[in-house]
């Protein structure tokens, strides 16, 4: 059974997955199609990794046991008082350096390290977890991560989608990043094209791409806010 | 084997409150064994500790032949059914009730049968696809049952299962899990507050106060010979009522009556002669329904309580209360003698026959029993009894 389900597997990748890549393979050779890639790209690979690396940080700042943790979650806090901007230049030289400018990169490892506020949303919303839950998993014979995967995680929807939508816009609307990240590449993102085009007058401004551009993120917020208002965790509790 | 042996087992809070203050204590294998006393003594956390929930600052624990202080919850071989239940509210019954076989990596057909089998056993098979959520408490409650069974650990632990549950259900339940046990024969240790389902479910109970373990028995020995005013306090209700007495060599003066003594219970020679007498409520009886022979007392009835099947008097007695607090006596106790707060007489209640015809304010002759007497010493509250004779004669049966 567990070994028939793989190539039933690899044969649905085929099938669904194929023609996508296929498709995205060609969006290359169309005019703005690279541009529409890396925005895909950057935004989709951010908001992953900093909800998944979030969520991490959250549970372990919400629960873990060691007198030293809210130590270094004051000192995560307190880098949401640093402004951006002031990074922004270091940042570039150190990537720079490492050659990955006009590269996804660097939101992938932004993403991998998360943001203060999605780590603070997670740890709050962990926070008030119902201890017991975790110690009936315990019980049962789960580890810590176990008991994080299987107990956590399919209870956070709501704080799941509330921190996805958030790292989606956060880096899909940021123009001065991605201006300045993909600086040398002529394809640049979807949203330093538009901008490009843009006449220096605002008399003809050109609503249409910039609406049409606004459209990925309410669809987004579409599809998760249905898990925003729902929330079930304590219904496994009491009577 | 699963005996579980407790060896002096503390936990101090951080802050310095000793929740439990060097505990040894034996749980035999398939024992019922239940930790009762009120909120704040120390059970609940006593109970974690040997879950592995919270760690041991000192003693140690063990259970069959394996130390298990310091071991992992998951490495225990122990489940837990909480106060709350805990379910998995995201998983539907089914799937509560295999997650720690599942977490273990039990073959699926084994998985399968036994969570019919458990399925089966608690009534459990049309709720099998439900949420937790879609699930009233008392189903709730034998999911969370079932949870652990379905596990076969080797103990037990239940805290509270019981107190979320409406009235009857309780009842309903504590048969169904007194039943579970005579076929399961599990070493289980049970946590409440209420002394009833102490004395209903527990082969022993133990009853605790302030960290410490005041008396370990069977319920008959906690009612009979409690071992001091706190135990004699807390277990029974109402609960028993306590007078400054003074002990002759085959009498006993109280409040300005003399009742003879009951020679086979009676302080060893040498007792003080002052001592705090207590007489449990079910040791009156209306005179005109005892059996002849018992010492009689004339007493004004202040109020008739009509239970029913029994009636419960009141009467002032002409002594000062027993403030059995110095002692930290049960909260119900308390409650019971407020309502007589303008009186610094003791309140004494007496269960009767329903068809007395006590009423307020009249005169009522009463018997009580000598041979159900208890004598605690006025300096330290203890028994001055043999209190533990009984166990020992059962021990040598």
């Known amino acids: ?239 | 084997m699963s005996e579980i042996v407790l060896s002096g087992v503390s936990k101090t809070f951080p802050g310095g409150a000793k929740a439990v203050d060097e505990i040894s204590l034996t749980i035999e294998d398939g024992e019922l064994m239940v930790l009762v006393g009120p909120s704040g003594c120390g059970k609940t956390t006593l109970l974690r500790m040997i879950a592995g929930l919270e760690t041991v600052d000192d003693g140690s624990i063990r259970l069959g032949d394996r130390d298990i202080t310091n071991l992992e919850p998951r490495d225990r071989d122990i489940a837990m059914v909480f106060q709350d239940y805990a379910l998995y509210p995201h998983m539907n019954v089914r799937a509560n009730l295999s997650y720690g076989l599942r977490v273990r990596k039990t073959p699926k057909h084994e998985i399968e049968r036994r969570v019919d089998e458990v399925a089966g056993l608690l009534g459990l098979h049309d709720l099998l696809d439900r949420l937790p959520a879609a699930l009233s408490g008392g189903q709730r409650q034998r999911v969370a049952m079932g949870r652990a069974i379905a596990r076969r650990p080797q103990v037990y632990l239940m805290d509270e299962p019981l107190s979320n549950l409406d009235a009857k259900l309780r009842v309903r339940v504590r048969a169904d899990l007194a039943r579970l046990h005579a076929q399961l024969r599990v070493t289980t240790i049970y946590v409440t507050h209420d002394q009833v389902e102490a004395m209903q479910l527990g082969h022993r109970s133990a009853v605790m106060r302030d960290g410490r373990i005041q008396q370990v028995g069977r319920p008959q020995t906690l009612y009979r010979d409690s071992a001091n005013l706190y135990v004699a306090s807390f277990i029974g209700s109402p609960s028993m009522n306590l007078v400054r007495a003074e002990l002759e060599r085959e009498a006993v003066r109280f409040a300005g009556y003399r009742v003879p003594l009951d020679l086979r219970r009676r302080p060893p020679a040498g007792s003080p002669g002052q001592v705090i007498l207590g007489i449990r409520p079910e040791d009156f009886e209306d005179a005109r329904f005892s059996p002849p022979g018992l010492p009689t007392i004339d007493v004004e009835i202040s109020l008739v309580e009509d239970l029913g099947p029994e009636a419960l008097a009141f009467f002032a007695l002409d002594a000062e209360r027993v403030e059995p607090e110095i002692f930290g006596v049960a909260a119900d106790r308390r409650d019971q003698e407020a309502l007589m707060a303008d009186d610094r007489r003791a309140l004494f209640s007496a269960t009767l026959d329903a068809a007395t015809a006590a009423r307020a304010g009249q005169i009522c002759r009463l018997t009580v029993n000598p041979a159900r007497f208890h004598f605690f010493s006025p300096y330290n509250g203890e028994s001055l009894l043999d209190t533990e004779l009984p166990d020992r004669l059962e021990e040598a049966v």
Do not use: C
């Not at chain 1, 895909?40 to 700042?61: D, E, P």
């Not at chain 1, 806090?77 to 006009?102: A, D, E, G, K």
């Not at chain 1, 600086?183 to 220096?200: A, E, H, Q």
């Open chain 1, 1 to 239: 059974m567990r070994i028939a389900r793989i190539p039933i597997l690899l044969v649905g990748a085929a099938v669904f997955v194929g023609p996508v890549v296929l498709g995205l393979g060609h969006l290359t050779h169309v005019a703005w199609g690279m541009a529409l890639v890396n925005s895909l790209t950057i935004a989709i690979s951010f908001t992953v990794l900093s909800t998944a690396s979030a969520a991490l940080a959250g549970f372990a700042f919400a629960r873990h046991r060691v007198w030293w943790k809210n130590v270094v979650f004051l000192f995560v806090l307190s880098t949401l008082m640093v402004p951006w901007i002031v990074t922004m230049i270091p940042q570039f030289v150190i990537f720079y350096r490492l050659h990955l400018i006009n590269t996804p990169w660097p939101w992938v490892l932004w993403g991998i390290q998360g943001t203060p506020l999605q780590i603070f949303l997670f740890r709050q919303f962990y926070a008030s977890f119902p201890r017991e839950l975790e110690d009936a998993a315990a019980i049962d014979g789960s580890g810590r991560l176990r008991i994080f995967w299987d107990i956590f995680v399919p209870n956070s929807k709501p704080i799941i989608a509330v921190t996805a939508v958030w790292g989606f816009i956060l880096v899909w609307g940021d123009y001065l990043t991605q201006d300045l990240f993909f600086l040398l590449d002529p394809n640049g993102t979807l949203l330093t094209r538009i901008t490009d085009v843009l006449p220096s007058t605002t008399q003809t401004f050109p609503t249409l791409p910039l609406a049409l551009y606004a459209l990925p993120p309410i669809v987004f917020f579409l599809f998760v806010q249905r898990y925003i208002t729902q929330s079930v965790v304590r219904t496994g509790i009491k009577g």
